[in-house]
């Protein structure tokens, strides 16, 4: 089993940068394609961003594609997501996930989940 816990939330202003990690417990972190997820008050939650086990492969949402980047340390158990330029849209809480499933942008492709971090980008 894995537990996750997000963290590097917070407010910032249109056009800024943030940078959110993901901490995972137990031994089998790296055995798990990991991603993140984001959701909007009264919205789905939605794909963000996706990390293959080995961190050689990364696949984007094209809403943040280009912005947006991804990555892993199966060494420290953690994965980040470092958000450039962002947008009043990109306001929503952050969720990381791990799954067995890759690429995957489905939420049920993935088997654990972090209770979230709030991001809110200010116009």
């Known amino acids: 089993q894995a537990q996750l816990v997000e963290s590097g939330g917070g407010l910032v202003q249109a056009g800024g940068s943030l940078r959110l990690s993901c901490l995972a417990s137990g031994r089998t972190f790296g055995v798990y394609h990991m991603g993140w997820f984001r959701q909007a008050p009264g919205k789905e939650r939605e794909f963000v961003a996706a990390v293959a086990w080995n961190n050689l492969y990364t696949y984007y949402a094209d809403s943040v594609k280009g912005r947006f980047t991804i990555s892993r340390d199966n060494a420290k158990n953690t994965m980040d997501l470092q958000m450039n330029n962002l947008k009043p849209e990109d306001t929503a809480v952050y969720y990381c996930?791990?799954?067995?499933?890759?690429?995957?942008?489905?939420?049920?492709?993935?088997?654990?989940w972090g209770q979230g971090t709030q991001v809110t980008v200010s116009s």
């Open positions: 996930a791990a799954g067995r499933v890759y690429p995957a942008a489905g939420t049920r492709d993935y088997d654990y």
